[in-house]
């Protein structure tokens, strides 16, 4: 169980052709057809003989096929599984850069694609070179930048729109990856911008 219970957990869908959809959708139907659309509401319904059998042993043929169809195509498809793998890395980033002003955790990640907190810094590590918290912290940075040169939000607002505590916190970030103050970068392009325009 525990040995199922992991690769479930390592592979939370299945990419059936149509012939395996198909058995699938199957056993699906049997168990409906067994246990009725209203069978768990309607507790005075007395079970027919040999139903919990039957109903177990279609719960387990689906376990089979699953366990089954991970070891048959998880060896094989090397290629397939690693572009999958590089597709679901994107789409993490790609939620990462759209929610950077949430309250991100590996936690939250790992809920929302159905995917360990290990698994989901792998694919991080992976494309990226470099951690969960140093990418928000990049993105965020790279936000920062944007505000910095286009508006004149104060520091503390774009701290609060990004996700930062406060304008030292974002400071702090901010002049480890850019190597100016934000007020210094500021100042610096916004005059570079109106010299540029200017001449």
Do not use: W
């Not at 139907?29 to 039957?54: I, Q, V």
């Not at 928000?136 to 520091?155: G, P, Q, W």
Request: include cysteine.
């Amino acid at each position: 169980v525990g040995e199922l219970y992991r690769l479930i957990s390592s592979h939370p869908a299945l990419y059936l052709n149509d012939s395996q959809a198909q058995h699938m959708s199957a056993l699906f139907d049997d168990l409906k057809n067994e246990l009725g659309l209203s069978s768990t509401l309607d507790e005075k319904k007395a079970p027919e003989c040999l139903s919990n059998l039957y109903v177990s042993n279609k719960v387990v043929e689906i376990m089979i096929f699953f366990e089954r169809y991970i070891k048959e195509n998880c060896g094989k498809t090397v290629d397939k599984e690693t572009k999958f793998n590089v597709s679901q890395g994107r789409s993490i980033l790609i939620y990462i850069y759209a929610h950077s002003s949430d309250k991100l955790t590996l936690e939250k990640l790992s809920k929302v694609f159905y995917m360990s907190e290990s698994s989901i810094s792998k694919h991080i590590m992976d494309i990226t070179g470099v951690s969960f918290i140093n990418v928000l912290n990049d993105i965020r940075i790279e936000k920062a930048v944007e505000y910095l040169f286009h508006t004149d939000l104060s520091l503390n607002d774009i701290a609060s729109l990004l996700g930062f505590v406060d304008a030292s916190h974002i400071s702090k970030h901010f002049q480890s990856n850019v190597g100016l103050t934000p007020m210094e970068y500021r100042k610096y392009y916004k005059n570079s911008k109106a010299n540029l325009y200017s001449n």
